[in-house]
């Protein structure tokens, strides 16, 4: 009798499988979290370069967008919790001003003893890191939304990681906050460091890391790319067709 398979097995298939365009069931089991994504409108603040975003906005061919920026370093099993903490989880991203605030609490919920250098500076709204760099299992823990808002509503623009919670890939998707990247090897968030200047290449698929001079290869995003540029799954869904637009409702 064959093994069964194990979990990681298909954790990692699922990861790893194209991002199919969403369905109109799928849109239906996700209306709860509509107003959440009225907050794309605000404007983000951060150190970013998206080059070709505008081209890229127009159609739904492969990704090519470029950012570039200082990176922010963290390690394996980063979970929801200590991006966005859960007292901050009142906080509602529609209204500007909580959506402005829930950047300012990013990564609050990381022990100081191990990242000594805070992602968001005291007293700031929005953090200088244009990229966050992590190790494997990225985004673990509870569900909540908010986790990948933050990071946006902080100023970041991409996650560049080993692997990530399958929750937070598709959260990160639906929102069209952050692109969640993935690398083809593990080692980038030993071998970089926070405050290195980096470009995120997604027409090459290509992280480099400027300050080391190293260069790492990423997992194309996919089908997910056009999601995330139209500004999430909503959006993403009115600028094809498969839901009516707010101007025609």
Known sequence: MAAA??????STAALVAPIQAPTSAFLRR????????????CRRAGPIVPAA????????????????????????????????????????????DEYRKLGSFAFAGLPSAAYPTP??????????YAVIVGG?????????EHAPVALGAAGARA????GYARIFFRNSVATGEVYPLELTEAGACKECKTGDVVTVDLGNSVFINHTS???????PIGDAGPVIEAGGIFAYARKT???????AA
């Open 5 to 10: 398979p194990s979990a990681t097995a298909v």
């Open 30 to 41: 996700t209306q709860l979290t509509r107003h959440r994504l009225h907050s794309l409108k």
């Open 53 to 96: 975003a505008a081209a890229a906005a127009g159609s739904s061919s492969p990704s090519s967008a470029v950012f570039h920026g200082e990176c922010f370093v963290v390690g394996d099993n980063i979970d929801t919790d200590q991006i966005i903490p859960a007292e901050h989880l009142t906080l509602v991203p529609s209204k500007p």
């Open 119 to 128: 992602f968001v500076a005291p007293g700031e709204e929005s953090s200088r």
């Open 136 to 144: 494997a299992n990225f985004g673990c823990g509870s569900s909540r």
């Open 159 to 162: 996650v560049v990681a080993e």
């Open 213 to 219: 001079g190293k260069e790492y290869k990423l997992k």
């Open 241 to 247: 067709g498969m839901i009516a637009s707010k101007a």
